[in-house]
């Protein structure tokens, strides 16, 4: 007997559901859009974490130079989790590390720093998080690769560790850092 | 009892209070008015499915007050939106746009609707067709019913 098309259409639709719905459990809803992708980081211009120094500005972040951004805050739990994995970023040659102090104040956030370790060269304060919405930064910490031309390469959202260091950090410095 | 009333219709306007309080609202009220309705429609994004307008959240806040700010600046709903976008995608929307990744979404109503007619159709024209093909009795199968059920019974 032929299998009509119209008999086994239901199988075929039901197939093609299951599918829909695994590679749907795979996906983090907490993960949001990444329209920075392959852009210039936004333009801006932050005081710095210690009163005196000069401002931090987008032109910090393309010196030619590949450079990490690492939006941060002392009273972030999930911060201090990854801060080892910053400090680690710190030790590589020709990386250049930027902190941004979300939502913060410059006391706590400098004696957290000098208790954790600071892994950063340029520490701007967004204390009003305008800085963070710019960037599209759903909370902290977030952390940003910038080639050495000036393009947004990676977004890690929410803290570093083992996993994301070993397949998705290290490989694209490795990559931009020659 | 004097005092029953009165706290029971605080009790009751409590969920009137339930949005997110800002300090610093617009002085001008049909400004804030055009903001709050702005809020509505753009999503929290710590909450999932919350506005901004309904949320708590730090974030939330951040955003009421860019919010505000491009209201002031004379930025009308749809430049907000972009806005919004440029830096968070389409997910900050809380009606999700018809565009290159959603038109299946949108579409699949009226898809779903037109397949249902198609089975609908196949289904009755088939049985219209079965309903042809009945030929009469031929000469020797009315002899054969005579002889079993009798001319007196027939119809």
Request: with cysteine.
């Amino acid at each position: 007997m032929k299998i009509k098309p119209f008999y086994i259409a239901p199988a075929i639709i039901f197939v093609a559901v299951i599918v829909g719905l695994y590679i749907g459990l795979g996906l983090n809803p907490k993960e949001t859009a990444f329209p920075l992708y392959d852009q210039s980081p936004p333009e801006f211009s932050l005081p710095a974490l210690v009163e005196g120094q000069p401002d931090l500005t987008t032109a910090d972040l393309m010196t030619g130079q590949v450079t990490v951004v690492n939006f941060f805050a002392s009273w972030c739990a999930p911060c201090r989790v990854e801060h080892p994995y910053l400090l680690q970023l710190a030790e590589i040659d020709g990386l250049k590390m930027i902190g941004i102090d979300y939502r913060d104040t410059r006391e706590t956030a400098i004696a957290y720093l000098q208790q954790a370790g600071n892994p950063f060269d340029l520490i701007g304060n967004d204390a009003n998080a305008r800085v963070g919405i710019e960037w599209g930064l759903a909370g902290v910490p977030e952390t940003f690769i910038i080639s050495a031309d000036g393009k947004v390469k990676l977004r890690i959202q929410g803290p570093l560790n083992e996993p994301i260091m070993k397949r998705q950090v290290l490989p694209l410095l490795e990559e931009l850092i020659p | 009892m004097k005092w029953l009333l009165p706290v029971l219709i605080l009790v009751i306007a409590l969920p009137v209070m339930a949005s997110g309080v800002d300090e610093n609202v617009l002085a001008d009220p049909a400004k804030e008015a055009e903001a709050r309705a702005i809020m509505e429609d753009l999503r929290c994004l710590v909450c999932q499915n919350q506005s901004i307008d309904d949320s708590n959240a730090d974030m939330a806040a951040d955003l009421r007050a860019v919010v505000r700010e491009r209201v002031l600046a004379g930025d009308n709903a749809p430049q907000i939106y972009d806005y919004m976008v440029a830096r968070y995608g389409d997910w900050i929307l809380m009606r999700p746009p018809v565009n290159e990744s959603t038109w299946v979404l949108w579409l699949m109503p009226a898809i779903l609707i037109v397949l249902g007619l198609l089975v609908i159709s196949v289904f009755l024209r088939r049985g219209r067709a079965q309903a042809q093909t009945v030929t009469p009795l031929s000469a020797q199968e009315e002899a054969d019913l005579e002889t079993v059920i009798g001319k007196d019974h027939r119809g």
